[in-house]
């Protein structure tokens, strides 16, 4: 099974940057899919973004325009760029596989985000 090893979580101001990195162990198919999911307090996960072995992108609405997932495939690595970010981003980010693009099989440890002034 896939490991997955989260950084870059903290402390930011509103409208602030941060950028995740989740560096994964093991080869991921080109049908599957990695991704950031994130809870906060009080609510269900929710998938904030994806990208498939192939490049292609998927952002919740919340999120668009302001996040940017990419991927290193030499190092095996997928980033999250969070820019212009709001309370309501405060949460625990968790790095994904996703199957077939849809179905987590493999989370990593989860990095606690918070934005606050």
């Known amino acids: 099974q896939v490991q997955l090893v989260e950084s870059g979580g903290g402390l930011a101001q509103p409208g602030g940057s941060l950028r995740l990195s989740c560096a994964a162990s093991?080869?991921?198919?080109?049908?599957?899919?990695m991704g950031w999911y994130r809870q906060a307090p009080g609510k269900q996960r929710e998938l904030v973004a994806s990208?498939?072995?192939?490049?292609?992108?998927n952002y919740a609405d919340s999120v668009k325009g302001r996040f940017t997932i990419s991927r290193d495939t030499a190092k095996n690595t997928v980033y999250l760029q969070m820019n212009s970010l709001k309370p309501e981003d405060t949460a625990v980010y968790y790095c994904?596989?996703?199957?077939?693009?849809?179905?987590?099989?493999?989370w990593g440890q989860g990095t606690q985000v918070t934005v606050s002034s």
């Open positions: 990208i498939m072995m192939v490049g292609r992108t």
């Open positions: 994904v596989v996703l199957y077939s693009g849809i179905i987590p099989v493999s």
């Open positions: 093991g080869s991921i198919s080109s049908t599957n899919a």
